[in-house]
């Protein structure tokens, strides 16, 4: 049972980010519409135009909640969560505004390690399952470095479809948490419910059909705060594991089309529209791989239908999440 | 039916999640548990430097090894269930 005081800061850090993304935005798809910050929706037959980005609300919401768990604890790795999600915030606002290159993204992503690094807020003795701690004081700040733009880009390559990435992140953050709670790191725990909070927030607008896209801003965002979490709470494997259904998207992405490339710059499309809004696997073996062509490959679907089985896929990754938890810290009494 | 085709439908990723979930268990076992409490080859400043570059390289290997795994899973998958249909199917 929490003390009382941590049970109001998990309602706030809950309920604040929650109202501010559901407050925000409806604001933001007025002003971008209004603005012309409109994007076609390509997996809809009459390509309806859809406000992008909504990342400035996810971003806004998350910072305030993880304030609030700051301004409770003090705790220095909620104070590295919240300059990593500021700084991908930041370079995913970037990204929506310029496009940055497939290279150059991941490049200045480090710099949403830093805050982790240079804080000290982490631990060089990850747990595994089974055999328990491992020692990696010289190798784990190097992939320290590399963690947040792997994790926030893996996230980005998954936002494909209307509510995707809003729901995976959603599923996936449940098992985090447990991992933490389980491992006794109740602060960061308190930390995971601003991204759970503010995607589900998120999702009731980028739910089929979406009414907006969260945009590289929100993505990369969300991407980099999971990665922040899974560090800080030192549940790296839980993480990883929880993240399976994305990473093997990003390693069939890369392994298909062979070097860092912005997606928008990919000639051959992996799946195709076809009549009644359904969505097909292009049979082209240049096509690049993707998580949704498998998906595709025993026939059509439509995009509601495909979003269930990520969802699903999400699902069984993060039961896979919680049962690499138990091994590692025990059963929960 | 309609529900079944779309388990059935899952059912090689949720196999291929779970092949990669086993596949770093192994994987980390190995590096943790068996390359890196590897002796010393022989005392001294050399010998110790000769047994890291070995505990390195046996890990880049065993990492090697995953990632082929990883790559044979897919191209198996692509190629039995993508790329072996008609653009009719």
């Known amino acids: 049972m929490l003390p009382i005081n941590l049970t109001i800061v998990a309602l706030l850090s809950f309920a604040i980010p929650f109202i501010a993304t559901l407050i925000l935005t409806p604001l933001l798809i007025k002003t971008l519409t209004k603005r012309g910050g409109l994007v076609q929706d390509y997996h809809k037959a009459n390509k309806p135009l859809v406000p992008k980005p909504g990342g400035p609300a996810i971003i806004i919401s998350l910072l305030l909640g993880e304030a609030v768990v700051y301004l409770a604890t003090g705790s220095t790795g909620v104070l590295a969560l919240l300059l990593v999600t500021g700084i991908a915030g930041a370079i995913g606002l970037i990204d929506d505004i310029y496009t940055l290159s497939g290279a150059l993204k991941p490049a200045l992503l480090i710099l949403g390690s830093l805050p982790i690094l240079l804080l000290d807020a982490y631990s060089f003795h990850p747990e595994f399952p089974l055999f328990g701690a491992v020692r990696l004081s010289i190798i784990y700040p190097l992939i320290l470095l590399i963690a947040i733009p792997v994790t926030s880009n893996t996230v980005n390559t998954i936002d494909v479809l209307n509510g995707v990435v809003s729901g995976f992140i959603i599923i996936i953050s449940i098992p985090l948490m447990f991992a933490m709670l389980l491992k006794g790191e109740t602060t960061i725990a308190l930390a995971t419910l601003p991204i759970i909070a503010s995607s589900l927030a998120f999702y009731v607008f980028h739910r089929f059909p979406s009414k907006i896209f969260p945009g590289d801003s929100g993505s990369l965002t969300l991407g980099a705060l999971y990665g922040g979490l899974a560090i800080v709470g030192g549940v790296e494997v839980v993480g990883i594991v929880a993240l399976l259904p994305a990473i093997l998207n990003s390693f069939f992405f890369l392994s298909s089309v062979r070097r860092f490339v912005e997606h928008r710059k990919i000639k051959q499309r992996p799946t195709k529209l076809l009549e009644g809004d359904r969505l097909a696997a292009s049979r082209n073996g240049s096509a690049p791989v993707t998580l949704v062509r498998m998906l595709l490959a025993d026939g059509p679907l439509t995009e509601q239908q495909v979003a269930r089985e990520i969802f699903k896929l999400a699902a069984f990754s993060s039961l896979l999440a919680v049962i690499t938890a138990i091994l590692t810290w025990g059963v929960p009494l | ?89």
């Open chain 2, 1 to 89: 039916m309609g529900c079944t085709a779309l388990s059935l439908r899952t059912f090689p990723l949720l196999v291929l999640i779970t092949a990669t979930w086993l596949l770093i268990f192994v994987g980390s076992y190995v590096i943790f548990k068996i390359i890196v409490p590897l002796p010393e080859i022989y005392p001294g400043f050399l010998g110790q430097i000769l047994t890291e570059i070995i505990k390195v390289a046996l890990s880049g290997v065993m990492t090697f090894l995953w990632l082929y795994a990883m790559w044979k899973l897919r191209n198996f998958y692509v190629h039995r269930r993508l790329l072996s249909r008609s653009e009719d199917e």
